[in-house]
């Protein structure tokens, strides 16, 4: 899993996930767009739609630091930028390491949690990206 933080929290996502991960390049707004989309940007002469996962996840707002990231993903045959703070570190874990989740944490969150990572010393949020990034 690669460790990310949003808010002060950390959180996992699937490394093989992941296809690059890059400092933020300008952005331009979309119009109308769902809150969560927070623009678009070309990479490499693609068009990248960008999602703020803080936003995505009903994480408190803050500003852009020189630790933003941009993590490119891909879905439904599109490539898509992940928001985030940070990127922190890759931790495996083994199965006895991860609790899935069970609903605990409300059904708005829930739907985007496979589980929580216990690795020694650390507790991370592991997101199901799969139902994070809309189709």
Same mark, same amino acid.
């Given at each position: ?6 808010? +002060?929290?950390?959180? +996992? ?5 992941? @296809?690059?991960? *890059?400092?933020?390049p300008p952005l331009t707004t979309v119009p109308r767009a769902p809150d969560?989309?927070? =623009? ?13 996962? @803080?936003? @995505? *996840? @009903? ?19 599109? %490539? %898509? =930028? ?23 944490? +409300?059904?708005? %969150?829930?739907?985007?949690?496979? +589980? ?6 650390? %507790? *991370?949020? *592991? ?9």
């Amino acid at each position: 899993f690669l460790a990310v933080m949003l808010a +002060g929290q950390s959180y +996992g996502v699937e490394l093989t996930r992941i @296809r690059e991960i *890059l400092s933020p390049p300008p952005l331009t707004t979309v119009p109308r767009a769902p809150d969560h989309i927070k =623009g678009v940007c070309s990479v490499r002469g693609q068009l990248v739609t960008v999602i703020d996962l @803080r936003s @995505r *996840l @009903r994480l408190q707002e803050a500003p852009s630091t020189r630790k933003t990231r941009i993590l490119l993903t891909e879905s439904g045959g599109e %490539v %898509v =930028g992940l928001y985030v703070d940070e990127v922190r570190h890759v931790l495996r874990l083994t199965e006895t390491e991860i609790e899935l989740a069970t609903g605990v944490f +409300g059904n708005d %969150v829930s739907e985007h949690v496979i +589980g929580i990572g216990r690795p020694p010393g650390h %507790v *991370l949020v *592991l997101l199901d990206l799969t139902s994070v990034v809309p189709r």
